[in-house]
């Protein structure tokens, strides 16, 4: 059965819809908001769920005008949303009209910033294919593209009206995109729902080998929890000035590594190290004990998810540290947990204890 997750935000509130079959309902959610138009932004790739999403909406008495992007992330650029912002006002959408996006993050990152930019502001539905889609880009009302200076670099806050989610798209993916996007939730479980990590904790060989098709329940539980963490932190801290920041728990070290081996290391692979890391910093300096680091092992290795890296690509990603977007004229700041859901944004933290943790996650076996 569909698992509804209620997320407020400000003074209104949206609904994300996890299971099998959601997209169906798409088309009911969208004509709500009274619209005649629907533009349908998505990718070959998944033309199939596509193809769902647009029967859902003509079902409802919708006119859709489908524009297929590119695929892989470099699509996710200012180019492909300018050509999508011309298509649909050639379309003749309107304001009371939708955007609706279907794919993984780059697209919902891309149907999102042209819903927020197109005639200042039309309402926008996420329609997740991706385990790593929708339990990070499709929520939260991040939107943005990648220009040629860096990511993400142009964007606007922007939430959706309704998400959906049909883990049905999972079935399709390769099982390290599978795994690689549960690394986001066992941050959620690490931050603020330690029954994540329970969940996964409990699989067996078997299940964890392949959880789509033999943890359906489980899978569908464990990606609306984290879409519930995730929503009762932007509604606390929308616009990203403060609390927010513990979404990044991981990332510091993630972000800097997936830089430093050329996206070589996929982003799950990239966040589990890090967090492997933040733990092992936390427990470094006192604010957690070895068995929450044991914890963290545990159900990254339940996962097929690494917590070390080669030591080269760890000295590699140390410097590029101090390049984040969370680094201070202090220095670094880091999500650091004092107990099992229990995170803390820390500065000043002692560079030996830095190198302590890196030592920690480095794997000279690999990179002698």
């Not at 908001?33 to 769902?52: I, K, N």
């Not at 992330?73 to 949303?81: G, Y």
């Not at 990511?151 to 995109?177: C, H, I, M, Y």
Request: with cysteine; net charge negative.
């Amino acid at each position: 059965m569909p698992r509804a997750v209620t997320i407020p935000v400000g003074d209104r509130e949206y609904e994300a819809v996890v299971g099998r079959g959601t997209f169906a309902g798409v088309g009911e959610a969208a004509s709500a908001f009274g619209p005649r138009r629907a533009g349908l932004v998505t990718q070959h790739a998944v033309s199939a769920y596509a193809d769902d999403v647009e029967e859902s909406l003509v079902s409802c008495g919708l006119e859709v005008v489908r524009c297929v992007m590119g695929e892989g992330e470099a699509e996710k650029s200012w180019e492909t949303a300018g050509s999508l912002l011309e298509r649909l006002a050639a379309a003749e959408l309107h304001r009371d009209d939708v955007v609706v996006g279907v794919g993984g993050g780059a697209v919902t990152d891309t149907a999102g910033f042209v819903a927020a930019t197109l005639l200042r502001g039309v309402r926008w539905i996420a329609c997740s294919t991706t385990v790593l889609g929708a339990l990070d880009a499709a929520v939260g009302g991040k939107t943005g593209v990648n220009l040629r200076a860096g990511k993400n670099l142009a964007g606007a806050f922007w939430q959706p009206s309704a998400v959906f989610v049909d883990t049905s798209a999972f079935d399709s993916l390769p099982r390290d995109e599978v795994m690689g996007g549960l690394a986001e939730a066992v941050k959620y479980g690490f931050i603020a729902d330690p029954e994540i990590l329970d969940v996964i904790a409990r699989w067996g060989d078997a299940t964890a080998a392949d959880p789509v098709h033999r943890a359906e329940d489980d899978l569908d539980s464990v990606i609306a929890r984290g879409i519930a963490v995730k929503a009762g932190v932007v509604a606390e801290d929308e616009r990203e000035s403060g609390r927010r920041a513990i979404l990044n728990y991981g990332h510091t070290l993630g972000h800097a590594l997936e830089t430093a081996t050329d996206f070589r290391l996929g982003h799950g692979a990239a966040i589990a190290v890090g967090m492997a890391f933040a733990a092992e910093l936390a427990h470094a300096t006192g604010r957690i004990d070895s068995d929450i680091v044991g914890l963290h092992r545990h159900v990254l290795r339940r996962l097929d998810l690494p917590v070390s890296a080669p030591r080269r690509d760890i000295e590699a990603a140390l410097p590029l540290m101090r390049r984040d977007k969370k680094a201070t004229r202090q220095g670094l700041r880091f999500v650091l947990l004092e107990g099992l859901a229990r995170p803390a944004i820390v500065g000043d933290v002692p560079e030996a204890m830095v190198e302590i943790a890196a030592a920690r996650v480095s794997d000279p076996a690999a990179n002698p």
